[in-house]
C-alpha cells in the first residue's frame, strides 16, 4: 500500500495569522510567515468531522484526528504568487524569501504581513478589557506586486495521501480519493475550504481551493508502505520542520517546538478540554536551514520530519 503525492494551491480569502505559544510578555503575537504541517492536520480533521457527522460528539473528533494522521502527510504550506514560491533560505546575506527572485525579510513584510490592534470588550459594561490591548500579526490576503498591482495572496505545499482508506461519517465508511478537484470522502471534497490558524473568531484563516496537481513543490519523495522519506541533498534548504541532530552541519536557525494538542491517551475528560495538555518541547531546525550534508528522512503526521540513521 502506497502513498499519492499532490500539489495543492490554496487562496486566502482572509488574513492568516499562524501563531507561537502564546505569552504573556508579549504586547504583540507574531505570525509565522508559512503553515504548518499540523495546521493542515487539524483543519482537514475539523472539516471532515464536522461535515461527515450531523452532531459530531469530542469521540468523532479524536477518532478522526487518528484516522488522518494514519494516512496523511503534509509539508509546510509557504506564500506563492504564481511565479516564485516563497521558502525561506538561510543564506551568506543573511535570510532570505522565494525559490527565484528572492527577497529579502524587509521586502517580504511589506509584501505579505501586517498587523491589526485588538482588545477584549467586557459584555456587562462594553468597555475594553484591562490589560487586553494586543497587536495580531498576519499575513495579508491581498499584496501588491512589484508593479503595484492587487494580487489574491496564495500557499502551496505537498500532501501525500495514502491509498485505499475509509473515513468514519454518520451513513458508514467513506472511501477516500484524490480527483482533479480535491480529496474526497466519497462525494465530499475535504480540502475545498478549510480554516487554519488562530484568531478565528475574527475572522482569519479562511482559504479556498485553487488547484491541485503534480509538480509545481520541487521535492524529492520516495514513499513505501512504511511512509513518506524525503531526500535532502547536500548544501539544500529545507522546507519543514527536521529533528535536531548535532552532528549534522548547518547553516540556519534552531527552534524549541511545542503546541497545544491531545495526548496520546487522550480519552474522556483529557480530550474534552482541547488545548490544556502542551507537547514537550523539541529542538527542531527550521525551515529554510541550509543542510551541508546528504541525508535522509520520515516525514511525520505532524509536518516535521526525523533523520532515518544509517
Not at 50 to 77: S, V
Not at 237 to 246: Q, S
Not at 259 to 269: A, F, K, M, N
Request: net charge neutral; hydrophobic share 35%.
Amino acid at each position: 500500500m502506497g502513498w499519492n503525492r499532490v500539489d495543492i494551491v490554496f487562496e486566502l480569502k482572509s488574513p492568516l495569522h499562524i501563531g507561537y505559544l502564546p505569552s504573556k510578555d508579549l504586547f504583540i503575537a507574531p505570525t509565522r510567515y508559512y503553515v504548518a504541517g499540523r495546521n493542515l492536520w487539524g483543519a482537514i480533521t475539523k472539516r471532515a468531522t464536522e461535515n461527515l457527522f450531523h452532531a459530531p460528539r469530542a469521540e468523532y473528533y479524536q477518532e478522526m484526528g487518528k484516522k488522518i494522521k494514519r494516512n496523511f502527510r503534509f509539508t509546510c504550506f509557504f506564500i506563492y504568487d504564481g511565479n516564485t514560491i516563497y521558502f525561506p533560505k538561510y543564506t551568506q546575506d543573511g535570510l532570505k524569501y522565494g525559490d527565484r527572485n528572492c527577497i529579502n525579510v524587509l521586502e517580504f513584510e511589506r509584501r505579505f504581513v501586517d498587523s491589526i490592534i485588538l482588545t477584549a470588550i467586557e459584555r456587562k459594561t462594553g468597555s475594553a478589557k484591562d490589560e487586553s490591548l494586543h497587536e495580531i500579526e498576519f499575513l495579508k490576503n491581498k499584496y501588491r506586486d512589484r508593479k503595484n498591482n492587487v494580487k489574491n495572496t496564495k500557499i502551496i505545499g505537498c500532501v501525500w495521501v495514502k491509498d485505499e482508506f475509509s473515513l468514519p461519517s454518520e451513513n458508514g465508511k467513506k472511501k477516500v480519493n484524490i480527483q482533479d478537484v480535491g480529496i474526497f470522502a466519497d462525494d465530499f471534497n475535504l480540502i475545498s475550504e478549510l480554516t487554519l490558524g488562530g484568531e478565528q473568531n475574527y475572522g482569519f484563516g479562511l482559504v479556498e481551493l485553487e488547484s491541485i496537481g503534480i509538480g509545481k513543490f520541487t521535492v524529492n519523495d520516495v514513499s513505501d508502505n512504511e511512509g513518506v522519506r524525503i531526500e535532502v541533498e547536500e548544501n539544500s534548504h529545507i522546507f519543514f520542520h527536521l529533528e535536531y541532530d548535532k552532528y549534522i552541519p548547518f547553516e540556519g536557525d534552531i527552534e524549541l517546538l511545542s503546541g497545544r494538542r491531545y495526548p496520546q491517551d487522550s480519552s474522556g475528560e483529557c480530550f474534552r478540554n482541547p488545548g490544556r495538555h502542551t507537547v514537550r518541547p523539541w529542538y527542531f531546525f527550521s525551515p529554510g536551514t541550509l543542510i551541508k550534508t546528504g541525508l535522509k528522512c520520515m516525514l511525520m503526521e505532524d509536518g516535521t520530519a526525523r533523520i532515518e540513521k544509517n
